[in-house]
Protein backbone atom coordinates (compact mmCIF):
# COMPACT_ATOMS: atom_id res chain seq x y z
CA UNK A 1 0.00 0.00 0.00
CA UNK A 2 1.07 4.05 -1.06
CA UNK A 3 1.48 5.97 2.46
CA UNK A 4 2.75 9.14 3.12
CA UNK A 5 2.92 10.39 6.73
CA UNK A 6 3.04 14.00 7.53
CA UNK A 7 4.02 15.10 10.78
CA UNK A 8 5.76 17.69 12.58
CA UNK A 9 3.28 20.83 12.90
CA UNK A 10 2.48 21.78 15.73
CA UNK A 11 1.35 25.41 17.76
CA UNK A 12 4.37 28.37 17.38
CA UNK A 13 4.85 32.13 17.71
CA UNK A 14 5.06 34.14 14.85
CA UNK A 15 8.75 33.79 14.11
CA UNK A 16 9.28 30.73 15.18
CA UNK A 17 10.40 27.48 13.11
CA UNK A 18 8.78 23.76 12.17
CA UNK A 19 10.05 21.33 10.56
CA UNK A 20 7.87 18.50 8.51
CA UNK A 21 8.35 15.02 7.62
CA UNK A 22 6.47 13.21 5.09
CA UNK A 23 7.48 9.64 5.19
CA UNK A 24 6.66 7.36 2.54
CA UNK A 25 6.45 4.31 1.71
CA UNK A 26 4.75 1.64 -1.18
CA UNK A 27 6.24 3.26 -4.48
CA UNK A 28 9.63 4.04 -6.00
CA UNK A 29 10.70 7.15 -3.84
CA UNK A 30 13.29 7.76 -6.95
CA UNK A 31 10.34 7.76 -9.94
CA UNK A 32 8.68 10.69 -8.05
CA UNK A 33 8.38 14.37 -7.07
CA UNK A 34 6.94 15.38 -3.83
CA UNK A 35 4.99 18.18 -3.18
CA UNK A 36 3.63 20.36 0.49
CA UNK A 37 0.64 21.91 -0.23
CA UNK A 38 -1.62 23.91 2.65
CA UNK A 39 -5.08 24.51 2.90
CA UNK A 40 -6.23 27.29 5.46
CA UNK A 41 -10.14 27.35 6.40
CA UNK A 42 -12.26 28.31 3.60
CA UNK A 43 -9.44 28.32 1.01
CA UNK A 44 -7.93 26.21 -1.91
CA UNK A 45 -5.45 23.79 -1.33
CA UNK A 46 -2.03 25.70 -2.65
CA UNK A 47 1.06 24.41 -3.46
CA UNK A 48 3.91 25.45 -1.13
CA UNK A 49 6.51 23.46 -2.20
CA UNK A 50 8.09 20.30 -4.17
CA UNK A 51 11.30 18.66 -4.95
CA UNK A 52 12.50 16.02 -7.59
CA UNK A 53 14.09 12.82 -5.65
CA UNK A 54 17.49 14.18 -7.94
CA UNK A 55 16.57 17.71 -6.15
CA UNK A 56 16.93 18.83 -9.83
CA UNK A 57 13.72 20.53 -9.43
CA UNK A 58 12.51 22.74 -6.83
CA UNK A 59 9.91 25.46 -6.18
CA UNK A 60 8.67 27.51 -3.73
CA UNK A 61 6.14 29.66 -3.73
CA UNK A 62 6.73 33.21 -3.60
CA UNK A 63 4.87 33.90 0.01
CA UNK A 64 7.55 31.38 1.58
CA UNK A 65 10.94 32.21 -0.64
CA UNK A 66 13.80 32.59 1.56
CA UNK A 67 11.98 31.09 4.83
CA UNK A 68 10.68 27.39 3.49
CA UNK A 69 13.83 24.84 2.67
CA UNK A 70 12.62 21.83 1.12
CA UNK A 71 14.59 18.68 1.24
CA UNK A 72 14.40 14.93 1.23
CA UNK A 73 16.52 11.70 1.89
CA UNK A 74 16.02 9.04 -0.85
CA UNK A 75 17.90 7.04 1.67
CA UNK A 76 14.68 7.31 3.98
CA UNK A 77 11.96 7.77 1.54
CA UNK A 78 11.40 11.13 3.48
CA UNK A 79 10.78 14.82 2.27
CA UNK A 80 11.10 17.35 4.67
CA UNK A 81 9.95 21.26 4.64
CA UNK A 82 12.02 23.25 7.13
CA UNK A 83 10.12 26.63 7.76
CA UNK A 84 11.69 29.32 9.33
CA UNK A 85 10.13 32.71 10.61
CA UNK A 86 6.67 31.33 10.25
CA UNK A 87 3.90 34.21 9.75
CA UNK A 88 0.48 33.79 11.17
CA UNK A 89 -0.94 33.54 7.27
CA UNK A 90 0.84 30.39 7.63
CA UNK A 91 -1.26 28.49 9.54
CA UNK A 92 -2.82 25.89 7.57
CA UNK A 93 -3.25 21.93 7.08
CA UNK A 94 0.17 20.96 5.58
CA UNK A 95 -0.37 17.87 3.20
CA UNK A 96 2.56 15.84 1.31
CA UNK A 97 2.07 14.41 -1.94
CA UNK A 98 3.66 12.45 -4.73
CA UNK A 99 3.38 12.84 -8.66
CA UNK A 100 5.41 10.92 -11.18
CA UNK A 101 8.34 12.78 -12.67
CA UNK A 102 7.30 11.83 -16.21
CA UNK A 103 4.14 14.54 -15.14
CA UNK A 104 6.47 17.22 -14.04
CA UNK A 105 7.11 19.69 -17.06
CA UNK A 106 9.31 22.38 -16.71
CA UNK A 107 9.94 22.08 -12.90
CA UNK A 108 6.05 22.89 -12.83
CA UNK A 109 4.92 20.65 -10.22
CA UNK A 110 2.71 22.94 -7.94
CA UNK A 111 -0.31 21.99 -9.15
CA UNK A 112 -2.54 19.27 -7.16
CA UNK A 113 -3.48 17.82 -10.03
CA UNK A 114 -0.23 16.04 -11.40
CA UNK A 115 -0.55 14.60 -7.39
CA UNK A 116 -1.49 10.83 -7.44
CA UNK A 117 -0.79 10.36 -3.71
CA UNK A 118 -1.51 12.26 -0.18
CA UNK A 119 -1.02 12.23 2.93
CA UNK A 120 -3.45 13.20 5.52
CA UNK A 121 -1.99 16.38 6.74
CA UNK A 122 -0.09 18.26 10.02
CA UNK A 123 -1.59 21.42 11.31
CA UNK A 124 0.51 24.62 11.70
CA UNK A 125 -0.62 27.08 13.42
CA UNK A 126 1.70 30.20 14.05
CA UNK A 127 0.37 33.03 16.55
CA UNK A 128 0.69 36.68 16.44
Known amino acids: DVQLQASGGGLVQAGGSLRLSCATS????????IGWFRQAPGKERQGVSCISSSDDITYYADSVKGRFTISSDNAKNTAYLQMNRLKPEDTAVYYCAAAPLDRIINNMCWSTILYDYWGQGTQVTVSS
Open 26 to 33: GFSFDDYA
